[in-house]
């Protein structure tokens, strides 16, 4: 099994910064596209930042010029650092990695979810 830990949300005031990381661990054969993607209430669950294996990163328009997606292959880890936080931004951030376990074809996991709260 794969397993995804995420850590660095919290509350933070409006123009405020935060940086999330997600550490994967376990049977990992392989790790492909790594990403983030919010849920805030009432809402669907949402991505905000994907990037590649070799490090090319995609933004959803709302978070381009304030995000910025980066990962560690050595480590597995994929980082989300969020600049310039507005109120929207308020929501669960879920990490997703795209992997394959040894024995196991590729799909995608998910970590539990760490709140971002954005108020003054």
């Known amino acids: 099994q794969v397993q995804l830990v995420e850590s660095g949300g919290g509350l933070v005031q409006p123009g405020g910064s935060l940086r999330l990381s997600c550490a994967a661990s376990?049977?990992?054969?392989?790790?492909?596209?790594m990403g983030w993607y919010c849920q805030a209430p009432g809402k669907q669950r949402e991505l905000v930042a994907s990037?590649?294996?070799?490090?090319?990163?995609n933004y959803a328009d709302s978070v381009k010029g304030r995000f910025t997606i980066s990962r560690d292959n050595a480590k597995n880890t994929v980082y989300l650092q969020m600049n310039s936080l507005k109120p929207e931004d308020t929501a669960v951030y879920y990490c997703?990695?795209?992997?394959?376990?040894?024995?196991?074809?590729?799909?995608?996991?998910w970590g539990q979810g760490t709140q971002v709260t954005v108020s003054s």
């Open positions: 990037i590649t294996s070799g490090g090319n990163p």
């Open positions: 376990g049977s990992i054969f392989s790790i492909y596209a």
């Open positions: 997703n990695a795209f992997a394959k376990e040894y024995g196991s074809p590729k799909r995608d996991y």
